[in-house]
């Protein structure tokens, strides 16, 4: 049996946004006795963390249930790290920059929708994104593509020689609303920087607006991984909507409305303006991590129409038909509160995909339908109560925790004191006989 959800009644739609998240925090263990705080259990890693908690705050924001405000704020305090920046030192040894940015995302999100402030002793929302972008300026590599962020932080990690789209798309939309909330240029300076930088790389295509994944620095980004992802096309649009809504400009405008047009591909002509996942779903091929990204194009998308109005007639039909086809992927088994992954079954089913990324893609769906009776996110102008630091994360990277490297001399002196050991206790032991 799916989720009863009736989209054109505010009640119906909360009622099946709370059946959603229960089912999403089902899966948090992090306020438990001797867990730790803002982490998911494997095979979850940090950055969906980060995801959720910001997903966190958007249900508030829509429903205004308070239910899961305090397990929200005592989880994003924790993953702070000791700068305040977002760089726990359990989790920097294997961070990336757009890890990083999805954390900063659920605290810019608190400033925009006044989520309640932190204790004026903690690290508050705005300085918090501050930081994290304040950091990632100093990441800006022109030693390689003229420019741009790679994706790893570190040149230990995997994913160091790539440049993509996610990590550059969310310092782009990072920028674009810390300078609408706080009028200050350097932010939209930024924004204009790494959206230029993102139009002459192979990133994005000049002529169709397709975001394509990434590109290798190791041959110049002279071409791109052309498989194309929800939450890289809704991160640009976002971030460019905001852009036009902050400047007036255009060009943004421009931007905006090839950008969206971009986006028709995840839907298919049937069943009509139902979201999938296109590089993955078909071949049931999605992994941990590609089962949460529609949840972010959603986001996006019902954002995107706050800052761009004339947005409407194309996304909320979309966002509409979508969250009743998430709904119907929803089943009473195992426990009432499951979805599954593929909202595009006829008939409309569970696909038995179940976890995390299915819970909160299902719940970003349902609940931006309200985004038409939302208020619109506020500035340091317009009703924000958000403190912010403009130098938060001046301390730069820190190097992450390693342990020390064995050395062949740790090894030989390992083995000296285990045949010291073993020759007390056989001495010992021969005292004892005798």
Same mark, same amino acid.
């Given at each position: 049996?799916?989720?009863?959800?009736?989209?054109?009644?505010?009640?119906?739609v909360k009622s099946a946004a709370k059946i959603a998240v229960d089912g999403m925090m089902k899966y948090y263990i992090g306020n438990r006795t001797g867990q730790i705080p803002g982490l998911l259990p494997p095979p979850y890693y940090w950055w969906e963390a980060g995801a959720m908690f910001g997903t966190l705050v958007d249900?508030?924001?829509?429903?205004?249930?308070?239910?899961?405000?305090? +397990?929200?704020?005592?989880?994003?305090?924790?993953?702070?790290?000791?700068?305040?920046?977002?760089?726990?030192?359990?989790?920097?040894?294997?961070?990336?920059?757009?890890?990083?940015?999805?954390?900063?995302?659920?605290?810019?999100?608190?400033?925009?929708?006044?989520?309640?402030?932190?204790?004026?002793?903690?690290?508050?929302?705005?300085?918090?994104?501050?930081?994290?972008?304040?950091?990632?300026?100093?990441?800006?590599?022109?030693?390689? /593509?003229?420019?741009? =962020?790679?994706?790893?932080?570190?040149?230990?990690?995997?994913?160091?020689?790539? @440049?993509?789209?996610?990590?550059?798309? /969310?310092?782009?939309? =990072?920028?674009? #609303?810390?300078?609408?909330? !706080?009028?200050?240029?350097?932010?939209?300076?930024?924004?204009?920087?790494?959206?230029?930088?993102?139009?002459?790389?192979p990133l994005l295509d000049s002529k169709t607006y397709a975001i394509y994944d990434g590109s290798d620095v190791l041959k110049g980004c002279t071409d791109a991984d052309l498989i194309r992802w929800t939450y890289n096309a809704g991160v640009y649009l976002h971030g460019a909507a905001v852009m036009w809504n902050h400047t007036?400009?255009?060009?943004?405008?421009?931007?905006?409305?090839?950008?969206?047009?971009? !986006?028709?591909?995840?839907?298919?002509?049937?069943?009509?303006?139902?979201?999938?996942?296109?590089?993955?779903?078909?071949?049931? !091929?999605?992994?941990?991590?590609?089962?949460?990204?529609?949840?972010?194009?959603? #986001?996006?998308?019902?954002?995107?129409?706050?800052?761009?109005?004339?947005?409407?007639?194309?996304?909320?039909?979309?966002? #509409? !038909?979508?969250?009743?086809?998430?709904?119907?992927?929803?089943?009473?088994?195992?426990?009432?509160?499951?979805?599954?992954? @593929?909202?595009?079954?006829?008939?409309?089913?569970?696909?038995?995909?179940?976890?995390?990324?299915?819970?909160?893609?299902?719940?970003?769906?349902?609940?931006?339908? &309200?985004?038409?009776?939302?208020?619109?996110? +506020?500035?340091?102008?317009?009703?924000?109560?958000?403190?912010?630091?403009?130098?938060?994360?001046?301390?730069?990277?820190?190097?992450?925790?390693?342990?020390?490297?064995?050395?062949?001399?740790?090894?030989?002196?390992?083995?000296? &004191?285990?045949?010291?050991?073993?020759?007390?206790?056989?001495?010992?032991?021969?005292?004892?006989?005798?």
């Amino acid at each position: 049996m799916a989720i009863d959800l009736n989209i054109d009644d505010p009640k119906s739609v909360k009622s099946a946004a709370k059946i959603a998240v229960d089912g999403m925090m089902k899966y948090y263990i992090g306020n438990r006795t001797g867990q730790i705080p803002g982490l998911l259990p494997p095979p979850y890693y940090w950055w969906e963390a980060g995801a959720m908690f910001g997903t966190l705050v958007d249900y508030w924001y829509y429903t205004g249930n308070s239910e899961y405000n305090d +397990v929200t704020m005592q989880a994003l305090q924790f993953q702070v790290g000791p700068n305040n920046d977002f760089m726990p030192p359990n989790r920097t040894k294997d961070e990336g920059n757009d890890d990083q940015a999805f954390w900063a995302f659920a605290a810019m999100s608190a400033a925009e929708n006044k989520f309640p402030d932190p204790p004026s002793s903690a690290p508050q929302w705005l300085a918090l994104a501050q930081a994290v972008f304040n950091l990632q300026t100093t990441r800006w590599d022109t030693s390689t /593509c003229n420019g741009g =962020l790679r994706w790893q932080i570190f040149p230990f990690n995997n994913g160091y020689n790539y @440049k993509n789209s996610i990590s550059n798309g /969310c310092f782009f939309n =990072l920028a674009a #609303r810390l300078a609408r909330y !706080t009028g200050n240029t350097t932010y939209s300076d930024w924004a204009v920087k790494m959206w230029d930088w993102t139009e002459k790389s192979p990133l994005l295509d000049s002529k169709t607006y397709a975001i394509y994944d990434g590109s290798d620095v190791l041959k110049g980004c002279t071409d791109a991984d052309l498989i194309r992802w929800t939450y890289n096309a809704g991160v640009y649009l976002h971030g460019a909507a905001v852009m036009w809504n902050h400047t007036q400009d255009q060009v943004w405008k421009t931007r905006v409305d090839k950008l969206l047009e971009a !986006t028709s591909v995840f839907f298919l002509p049937e069943p009509v303006d139902v979201m999938r996942e296109a590089a993955c779903e078909g071949h049931s !091929t999605c992994n941990v991590d590609q089962r949460s990204f529609k949840a972010y194009l959603s #986001r996006w998308y019902a954002a995107t129409t706050q800052m761009a109005n004339w947005t409407v007639p194309t996304i909320m039909p979309r966002l #509409r !038909t979508s969250a009743k086809a998430a709904a119907a992927s929803c089943s009473e088994k195992p426990d009432g509160v499951t979805c599954g992954l @593929k909202w595009t079954l006829q008939p409309p089913s569970d696909d038995g995909s179940h976890g995390v990324g299915e819970q909160m893609a299902a719940l970003s769906v349902i609940q931006s339908v &309200l985004i038409p009776n939302s208020s619109a996110p +506020v500035t340091a102008n317009s009703g924000g109560t958000s403190k912010g630091d403009p130098n938060a994360g001046g301390q730069g990277d820190q190097q992450p925790l390693t342990g020390k490297e064995v050395t062949v001399g740790d090894k030989v002196g390992a083995g000296f &004191l285990t045949f010291f050991v073993l020759c007390l206790l056989l001495v010992g032991a021969w005292w004892m006989v005798v």
